[in-house]
């Protein structure tokens, strides 16, 4: 391990951090659990105080890359699902992609009349016919993220009697000819609820990601209303940024 530089300017604590972190993501992926040297351990090999040690493992788990297990020690988080923004493909395409196998289980799926802002958000009428599909998101078999999906009904007749333990947007293609094919989102963050703490498996206090998004067709006619919550442990989003023209 690489030993802190008592002639550098930079703190310890940050230097600590920095090790660490570097040593948490060459971190071999996989469902063993993965220990941390001990505080004890931490303080005789970079001879810095107790309390120098804690604050740099203090930013690690602030970060979610760490974890504490009562009277165990102290281990390595698993690697986080990055999800990009910059590009409109499904939840199931992007975990494929990252290298996890999917998995989705149906909470509950009915007809529903629409209220606002699910009415708001499709463009329908209120007390029109929606289809409510909530559905649980899984990566390697470990519950990441809770989604509601609402359809207008007269878009998708008889969707509530197909198999959507598949990729929803892989049924409206092929099924009804819906192509999704742009989007406008809404990313902020907050606690769980009671329902989402107990299928998530998190505790309470742990804030989860939540995104609202309005899907459009390549009719560009709102097609569907998403409501989803990752766990913020699990999941992450990615952005690309550039700078606009000056004017």
């Not at 998101?137 to 359809?151: F, T």
């Not at 309005?214 to 989003?237: C, G, K």
Request: glycine content about 4%; hydrophobic content about 35%; charged content about 30%.
């Amino acid at each position: 391990m690489t030993r802190i530089d008592k002639q550098s300017p930079i703190p310890y604590y940050i230097q600590l951090a920095n090790i660490l972190r570097r040593r948490i993501n060459a971190s071999p992926i996989s469902g063993e659990q993965i220990s941390l040297p001990s505080e004890n351990e931490l303080v005789q090999i970079h001879q810095i105080s107790r309390a120098t040690v804690r604050q740099s493992l203090k930013e690690l788990e602030r970060e979610g890359l760490i974890y504490k297990a009562k009277g165990k020690g102290t281990y390595i988080a698993k690697h986080r699902v990055r999800y990009s923004l910059n590009q409109l493909i499904s939840t199931t395409e992007d975990m494929i992609r990252r290298g996890w196998i999917p998995g989705l289980k149906v909470i509950s799926f009915k007809e529903i009349d629409a209220y606002s802002p699910i009415a708001d958000a499709l463009e329908i009428d209120e007390n029109e016919k929606v289809y409510e599909l909530c559905r649980l998101r899984l990566g390697n078999e470990e519950p990441v993220g809770l989604q509601w999906a609402y359809l207008p009904a007269k878009l998708c007749p008889g969707l509530i009697d197909l198999d959507l333990t598949a990729s929803l947007n892989r049924v409206m293609e092929d099924k009804y000819g819906v192509r999704f094919w742009s989007a406008r989102e809404f990313l902020g963050a907050r606690l769980p609820t009671k329902f989402e703490s107990k299928h998530l498996e998190i505790p309470a206090n742990l804030p989860i990601i939540y995104m609202e998004r309005v899907t459009f067709s390549s009719e560009d006619l709102p097609a569907e209303f998403l409501r989803s919550t990752w766990r913020s442990d699990r999941y992450e989003y990615e952005f690309s940024l550039t700078r606009p023209s000056s004017g």
